[in-house]
Structure formats: C-alpha cells, structure tokens
C-alpha cells in the first residue's frame, strides 16, 4: 500500500486519571480505530469551565490513527469518555518513516 504522511493523525486527549487513560487506549486499539496509543505521564492542565479558574491532573493520550478512521475515533472517545466535553485534537503528519505509516495503515480497521 502506497501511503503519505498527511493521511495519519496524531490526536491529542486528556483524560481524568490512568485508569481511565489505560481502559479508552486498550478500547480504542482493540476497537482498530487506534494503530497505538501512548500514555504519557500525568500533567497539571489549568484552564477555564463553567466561569471558574480550575486545575487539575490528567494523563494525556497520544494516539496514532489515520484521517479516514478519525471520525469513528472521535465519536468512540465521546461515547467513552468520562468527561462531558473531553479534549479531541487531532493533527496531521507531515513526514514519517514510510514503513510506520504502512503499519499505522495496516493496524487500522479499513473505513
């Protein structure tokens, strides 16, 4: 399969603790929506809901998953996802080592 970078996404979500960062990446990887998903360390997230300055920890996913499969991701992550309004940003790649992008390709549920 011939593929370019821009077809993959890395998409960007907080989640509200590990327990639930580790059971949406196991979800979504075993759903083929993700090609892998990072859990990256806990990080303090400041930021504005319902009028008042709020802090709190969260644990940050970073998931690999291609443009076609994005928005069956995006609308698992809200179904999924503790939070009301869970933060879903996906970003395009713009290089990448050919062959990883034919395994995220391959890792993902043909859409």
Request: glycine share 2%.
């Amino acid at each position: 399969m011939t593929t370019t970078p821009t077809e993959i996404f890395i998409v960007w979500c907080n989640c509200p603790d590990a327990n639930s960062a580790t059971a949406l990446a196991s979800g979504l990887v075993k759903e083929k929506l993700a090609a892998c998903v990072n859990v990256l360390p806990a990080v303090q997230s400041i930021y504005h809901w319902e009028d008042r300055l709020e802090t709190a920890t969260e644990v940050p996913l970073m998931i690999k998953t291609t443009a076609a499969a994005y928005p069956k991701l995006e609308g698992w992550l809200q179904t999924h996802h503790p939070y009301t309004i869970p933060e879903i940003i996906a970003l395009p790649v713009t290089q990448g080592l050919p062959a990883y992008i034919a395994w995220v390709h391959d890792s993902i549920e043909k859409i």
